[in-house]
């Protein structure tokens, strides 16, 4: 089994930053990309960012230029450095992360999700 930790989250003023980490543990190969969704109330979830195991990065417009995505391979963890924040930034976000459990046993799973509220 593979466990994915968040943490990080939390209230911040518009304008303020927050870090999210999250932490993956377990039977674990290898992992390959790694990111952060976002859901909102009464909205779809919705891809913040994500980075290959080699260092790619892709951004959602919304994301891009005020937040930062990077791992450490070694510990098996992908941050989230969110700045500039604004009231629709408000949702709860969400690790996920492809991993490789056995040489044929490849999955994407997900962590249970830190809340970020941006107050304006």
């Known amino acids: 089994q593979v466990q994915l930790a968040e943490s990080g989250g939390g209230l911040v003023q518009a304008g303020g930053s927050l870090r999210l980490s999250c932490a993956a543990s377990g039977r674990i190969m290898r992992i390959d990309d790694m990111g952060w969704y976002r859901q909102a109330p009464g909205k779809q979830r919705e891809l913040v960012a994500d980075i290959t195991s080699g260092g790619s990065t892709n951004y959602a417009d919304s994301a891009q230029g005020r937040f930062t995505i990077s791992r450490d391979n070694a510990k098996n963890t992908v941050y989230l450095q969110m700045n500039s924040l604004k009231p629709e930034d408000t949702a709860a976000y969400y690790c996920?992360?492809?991993?490789?459990?056995?040489?044929?046993?490849?999955?994407?799973?997900w962590g249970q999700g830190t809340q970020v509220t941006v107050s304006s």
């Open positions: 996920h992360a492809q991993v490789l459990r056995t040489m044929w046993d490849m999955r994407t799973y």
